[in-house]
């Protein structure tokens, strides 16, 4: 009798809880991250020049959930670096603009690079694991972190999610976890234009 009680109470107890849960995913998320739309804002006007193809967001939202590994081979996720401003760059060693693009990502760490912003490259090569790592140390990127995904899952997430067409592909995750802005293709990212629409991200004078 006592656990036919429980039972019910628990089969209560879930029905309440879904009642509770929003019904709709993109709504939710975008409602979470409704306090990111005065950072947004703020860079719309600076989407020119170098940074004229960015797309900024005009409603947050989360970004997809995706899976790569760290610097230790440590698995690794984009709550990982909650708290701090990131930017995402997707990038492999046969994609030509992506390789042209990295020194610029490189200098963008070194000069903005701490406690509330990070470059975060992620490699996506799957057939010779050892070559964007030699590759980066060959073409002298020493700012940047290693973070990879050898195993082709992460861009599968971001083709369906309309993040990806090619590469290479870069987004904006601001500390609280919210998506800000996307750009499909390169960009100069140690150009003035870029370091201020960064700076203006992170609310920097």
């Known amino acids: 009798m006592a656990v036919g009680l429980i039972a019910l109470a628990l089969v209560?107890?879930?029905?309440?809880w879904y009642g509770l849960a929003p019904r709709d995913p993109m709504?939710?998320?975008?409602?979470e991250c409704r306090a990111s739309k005065p950072t947004a804002e703020r860079l719309k006007p600076l989407a020119k020049g170098e940074m004229a193809a960015v797309g900024v967001s005009n409603a947050p939202k989360p970004p997809p959930v995706i899976a790569f590994i760290g610097p230790e081979g440590q698995p690794m996720s984009l709550s990982d670096f909650k708290g701090k401003t990131i930017l995402?760059?997707?990038w492999a060693t046969w994609c030509v603009p992506c390789r042209e693009e990295m020194p610029a990502l490189d200098r963008l760490q070194a000069e903005l690079g701490g406690p509330d912003f990070q470059v975060v490259a992620i490699n996506v090569d799957t057939r010779n694991r050892d070559k964007p790592k030699a590759w980066l140390?060959?073409?002298g990127i020493r700012n940047l972190a290693y973070?990879?995904?050898p195993e082709g899952k992460l861009l599968q997430?971001?083709?369906k999610s309309g993040h990806?067409?090619?590469?290479?592909?870069?987004?904006?995750?601001?500390?609280?976890?919210?998506?800000i802005a996307l750009l499909k293709g390169p960009a100069e990212?140690?150009?003035p234009d870029a370091v201020t629409f960064v700076k203006a991200a992170l609310n920097r004078h």
């Open 137 to 139: 140390q060959e073409n």
């Open 88 to 90: 995402v760059n997707l």
């Open 164 to 179: 990806v067409v090619g590469l290479p592909t870069t987004f904006v995750v601001d500390a609280s976890g919210c998506e």
């Open 189 to 191: 990212w140690a150009s």
């Open 27 to 31: 709504a939710a998320g975008a409602a």
């Open 12 to 16: 209560g107890a879930g029905v309440a």
């Open 147 to 149: 973070h990879a995904d």
């Open 157 to 159: 997430v971001l083709q």
